[in-house]
């Protein structure tokens, strides 16, 4: 992923604008589309990173693509062709979300679990959380079928290991002693 510092830097006068117009939610919402949009989209995220491609192309298409997205986005997007940066967009998009969690006490727990999680197991996530930290908590869920079943929770530099692997090695461990 190219120049953090720098998509540092513009997600935060990014938030500042959008703070200063009361949309940083909006803003925030169209950053989530952005990042996932880019991520599970290899055409777009190639065309972005095209050197060869004129800035001018990339911010039409940009605004085609995302045409509902804010206006503080759309500055965005602007500010990206008068830099000729369009290939931080995606970096951008995610340390703007971090940001936006962390000025409004939220702290994203990682969620690994061996196939998608459902409601059931979201809600005993959701109840281990919250013994660990008492700030409002957003899932974000890794899918590793590795860990053949339970889950990994990971918060900040907390981590919470319900798997089954970790209980096979544990077994095993004492089988062994």
Same mark, same amino acid.
């Given at each position: 992923?190219?120049?953090?510092? @720098?998509? =540092? ?33 290899? /055409? ?6 095209? &050197?060869?491609?004129?800035?001018? =192309?990339?911010?039409? @298409? ?6 509902? %997205? ?8 602007? !500010? ?14 995610? /340390? ?14 990682? %969620? ?16 281990? %959380? ?8 957003? !899932?974000?869920?890794?899918?590793? &079928? ?5 889950? =990994? !929770? ?20 004492? !089988?062994?002693?």
């Amino acid at each position: 992923m190219a120049s953090t510092r @720098a998509a =540092i830097r513009y997600a935060k006068a990014i938030l500042d604008l959008a703070n200063s117009k009361g949309v940083a939610e909006a803003v925030n919402n169209d950053m989530k589309l952005i990042a996932s949009t880019i991520e599970s989209n290899a /055409e777009l995220s190639t065309f972005i990173e095209n &050197p060869t491609t004129t800035v001018e =192309i990339k911010e039409s @298409a940009l605004l085609e693509v995302f045409a509902n %997205v804010n206006g503080v986005t759309k500055g965005l997007f602007h !500010l990206l062709f008068e830099n000729k940066r369009f290939e931080i967009l995606q970096a951008i998009a995610l /340390e703007y979300k971090k940001l936006f969690d962390e000025s409004n006490g939220v702290e994203v727990a990682k %969620v690994t679990t061996a196939i998608p999680m459902d409601a059931a197991l979201e809600a005993k996530v959701l109840a281990k %959380v919250a013994t660990l930290s008492d700030k409002k908590i957003t !899932l974000e869920n890794i899918v590793d &079928p590795s860990i053949i079943g339970g889950f =990994i !929770l990971r918060i900040g530099d907390q981590q919470y290991n319900a798997s089954v692997a970790n209980r096979l090695q544990v077994l095993k461990r004492e !089988l062994s002693n």
